[in-house]
C-alpha cells in the first residue's frame, strides 16, 4: 500500500485553496491515493475559515497592501500566510485511521506531525483540550486558539489545521509557522494586538534559527509512514486534478460571492 506526497512549492492563494479541493475530489473518487501535498505563497495571503465572516479581516488595508484574501474549503479561523509551510492531506474515511470521525482523524494526524516535530528535537505538545468558537482570546486569527490536537512549543501554537469532511473522505489543511509577522498581523486581522499575538504564537525559527525546509518535510513524510504503516511516494498532479484546479479556481476561489459570502 502507499500514498502519495505532492510538493507543488510557491502558488498564488487561489491556486492554493483549488489544488486542495481538487485532489480532495480525486482521492475520493478512487482517481488518486490517499495524498499530503507541502505547498507555499506566492505572497502574504489571508485565508479564511468557510464559515467564518469576512468582517474580521481588514479588507481594505489588503487591497491596498495587494494581499489576497481567499476562503478556505475547510474550516477553522484565520491565517496569515507567507513565513509557514502549509500543508493538506486527503484521504477517505477508511480504517482503521479515519473511520470514526474528526476527532479521532485529527488525533492520528496529529501524532504524526509531533513524531516529526520531536524528530528535528522540537519540544512540543498535543492539546488535549476540546473548544468551540472564540474561546481563548476572541480573536479571529486561528493561531490564536488552542483545540483538541493542536501542536504547540512553550504553551504557544505552532501549527494549526482545520478539516472538512464527506460521506465518503475528508480534506485536512494545516499551517506551520516558521516564523511570525506580528504587526503585519494586527493590521490584517480586526481586534487583534500585536503583543498578544507574541504572547500565543510561535514559529519554528524562534526556537531553531536554523531549521531547515527540506528536513521539515522529509521528517514529516518519515513520520506519516511511521504512524499509519504505508510507503509515500513523491508524485505530481494528474492532468484531471491540474483541469479541475483551473476550473475551480475560475468559477470558485477567485469569485467574490465565494470569498464574501459570510
Known amino acids: 500500500m502507499y500514498w502519495r506526497v505532492v510538493d507543488t512549492g510557491h502558488l498564488d492563494a487561489y491556486s492554493n485553496m483549488a489544488i486542495d479541493e481538487a485532489v480532495s475530489v480525486a482521492v475520493r ?33 489588503c487591497r491596498k497592501e495587494n494581499i489576497p484574501v481567499v476562503r478556505r474549503p475547510t ?22 485511521f479515519f473511520s470514526e470521525g474528526l476527532l479521532s482523524t485529527y488525533s492520528h494526524l496529529s501524532k504524526a506531525f509531533y513524531i516529526a516535530f520531536r524528530a528535528l528535537d522540537f ?18 486569527l486561528c493561531f490564536q486558539s488552542v483545540s483538541y490536537g493542536e501542536i504547540t512549543i512553550l504553551g504557544r501554537k505552532v501549527m494549526g489545521s482545520a478539516q472538512k469532511r464527506w460521506k465518503d473522505g475528508f480534506l485536512q489543511q494545516g499551517s506551520i509557522m516558521l516564523t511570525i509577522e506580528g504587526a503585519l498581523m494586527k493590521s490584517v486581522f480586526r481586534e487583534t494586538e500585536k503583543e498578544s499575538i507574541a504572547q500565543t504564537m510561535i514559529g519554528l525559527a524562534e526556537v531553531n534559527p536554523s531549521v531547515n525546509l527540506e528536513d521539515l518535510k522529509e521528517a514529516i513524510v518519515n513520520a506519516f509512514q511511521e504512524v499509519f504503516g504505508v510507503s509515500l511516494r513523491i508524485d ?7 483541469d479541475l484546479a483551473d476550473r475551480l479556481k475560475e468559477e470558485k476561489y477567485l469569485s467574490p ?3 464574501e459570502k459570510r
Open 29 to 61: 473518487t478512487e482517481k488518486a491515493p490517499p495524498t499530503l501535498r507541502f505547498y507555499m505563497w506566492k505572497d502574504f495571503s489571508v485565508s479564511i475559515g468557510q464559515f467564518q465572516r469576512i468582517a474580521e479581516v481588514d479588507t481594505l488595508f
Open 236 to 242: 505530481n498532479l494528474s492532468r484531471y486534478e491540474k
Open 123 to 140: 519540544d512540543v505538545r498535543i492539546s488535549s483540550r476540546r473548544e468551540k468558537g472564540r474561546v481563548l482570546t476572541g480573536s479571529p
Open 75 to 96: 474550516g477553522g479561523r484565520a491565517i496569515l500566510h507567507g513565513t509557514d509551510l502549509t500543508y493538506s492531506f486527503s484521504a477517505p474515511n477508511i480504517p482503521p
Open 257 to 259: 460571492e465565494w470569498t
